[in-house]
């Protein structure tokens, strides 16, 4: 089988293209994990960042107040930093005082116990710009640092005043490396746990694939689709997307064992069909040709006028030979036109009576043999069917046990009726059926071997059971045969005319040997 789509097969790799569907579960469980650990990091060290940064303004804008208080104890002095040696400056502190115009016109830092030191040009210049909003600022001094800055102004008095952000950039800094491990650390746990997971969930699928390829090697084209591989009961759980599948793929296997298994029986019988066409033909050629062979020579030698026999006898062969043949003509087309299904013309009929008329012409055509008839009836058994045919079939069988036993033999037909049903049997206790004919003692052109040699030589074509078995089918009846040295019953059972309901005859065959 080849394969289509994505999928190919390739010294038994069945994996699609571009990597196996465990792969790409894995990267994207991988990308999913990522994206939450990336933006949970983010946001902790967002919040952390905004909770510190509040934090330092606060405590700007504190500094700030106080420097503002200092600063309006001089408010003449415009120049004037001395609330910077105050004690209690946090060190690193930086102030300024501003004028109308927010220009700077003085600036220090405060140092770790150490005096006010004033800021340079370049470092002054980093300090323009600085509404006195009461804002937040935050401004780069070269040699210092990032700071944090406000400025406040009170009836002409404006100070600015801001703190060293480097505790809060170490602390923020130092809280992506920790955020970063700890994401690092999930990250590998949790890819480490969704790896054995997806694996373990994906096992079952791994197993239906495995289940597939052998099928697909198996020898289909064969016809060969007896002992497929099965998905196992354990991976077959509706449950789960897994177990879906793989009983999916059972009831796959199991309608295509039973279609190549159907193909199989189908082409075993039109196998069986043609050789039976076959045998038959051969044999009915066989047997037209015996009877045409015997008509033609009596009818040359009657042509030439020979002496060598008389004419009323070579008349009478060829009488008795045409009747042979006419006889098997006429059963192969009765056998025709049953095997097409045409129904039979349908009337009641009298089985006791006709059982009777047909043991007395037996009588009279076998006088070597002991006929005897018994009824075992209360009132006449009516059937419903086609009286030439159910005549034919009692003669049928009363001839066949005639025939092939010797004189002396006794021959019983048996009248019965009950539960709806009328059963004809014709037994004798003649030598019996070989036990390898029985099976086909019903087929056509069937003939007992010399266990059960025919009383007169080439009497009967071997169509007698034959035609008994497809008339009794046609009435919907049951044919069975039983035999055994000494013991040999044929038996049909037929539907009383109460108990049939129809007006024509079609029913299936009905046919048990024992």
Request: charged fraction near 25%; charge should be neutral.
């Amino acid at each position: 089988m080849r394969s289509s789509g994505r999928w190919r097969s390739r010294g038994g790799d069945s994996r699609p293209r571009g990597g196996s569907l465990r792969t790409r579960l894995l990267i994207l469980f991988g990308v999913v994990l990522v994206a939450v650990c990336a933006v949970t990091a983010l946001t902790a060290v967002l919040a952390q960042r905004a909770y510190l940064l509040g934090d330092l303004d606060d405590r700007v804008t504190d500094a700030a107040e106080r420097s503002l208080d200092g600063a309006s104890l001089h408010p003449d002095k415009a120049r004037d930093l001395t609330f910077l040696d105050e004690s209690g400056r946090p060190a690193g502190m930086l102030a300024a005082r501003l004028d109308a115009d927010g220009t700077v016109l003085a600036a220090a830092t405060v140092g770790q116990d150490t005096p006010p030191r004033s800021l340079t040009r370049a470092q002054i210049a980093a300090l323009r710009g600085i509404a006195t909003d009461g804002g937040p600022h935050t401004r780069t001094i070269p040699g210092l640092g990032t700071y944090r800055f406000t400025a406040l102004d009170d009836d002409g008095v404006r100070v600015l005043t801001g703190l060293p952000m480097d505790d809060v950039q170490d602390m923020i800094s130092g809280l992506v490396v920790v955020e970063s491990v700890v994401a690092a650390a999930g990250l590998a746990v949790a890819g480490g746990v969704c790896a054995v997971v997806v694996r373990r969930q994906l096992r079952p699928l791994g197993r239906v694939a495995a289940t597939a390829v052998e099928v697909t090697h198996a020898p289909l084209r064969r016809g060969e689709a007896t002992g497929l591989t099965r998905v196992p009961e354990r991976d077959t759980d509706p449950g789960s997307e897994a177990g879906q599948v793989g009983a999916a793929l059972n009831r796959m296997i199991d309608h295509v064992e039973s279609s190549l298994a159907e193909r199989r029986h189908s082409e075993e019988r039109m196998r069986r069909s043609e050789e039976r066409m076959r045998r038959f033909l051969a044999d009915a050629s066989h047997e037209l040709r015996t009877p045409l062979a015997s008509i033609a020579g009596y009818a040359e030698l009657m042509n030439r006028g020979t002496d060598r026999i008389e004419p009323g006898l070579a008349w009478r062969r060829v009488t008795a030979e045409s009747a042979r043949m006419t006889g098997l003509v006429e059963d192969l087309l009765l056998l025709a036109r049953l095997d097409e299904g045409r129904p039979l013309p349908s009337a009641e009929v009298d089985l006791a009576a006709l059982v009777a008329e047909a043991v007395w012409d037996a009588r009279a055509a076998g006088s070597g043999h002991d006929w005897r008839l018994e009824l075992s009836v209360d009132e006449a058994p009516l059937v419903l069917g086609d009286e030439v045919r159910l005549r034919q079939v009692v003669a049928n069988l009363l001839a066949n046990a005639r025939v092939h036993t010797p004189a002396g033999t006794g021959v019983v037909a048996v009248v019965e009726a009950r539960r709806g049903t009328c059963a004809v049997r014709v037994r004798d206790d003649g030598p019996g059926i070989p036990t390898d004919l029985l099976p086909t003692v019903f087929e056509r052109f069937t003939r007992a071997d010399a266990s059960r040699a025919r009383a007169t030589s080439g009497s009967g074509a071997g169509l007698g059971l034959a035609v008994v078995a497809a008339i009794t089918a046609a009435h919907g009846g049951h044919l069975a045969v039983h035999s055994e040295p000494g013991r040999t019953e044929f038996t049909v059972e037929l539907p009383l005319a109460g108990d049939t309901g129809a007006d024509t005859l079609t029913w299936s065959p009905q046919v048990s040997v024992r």
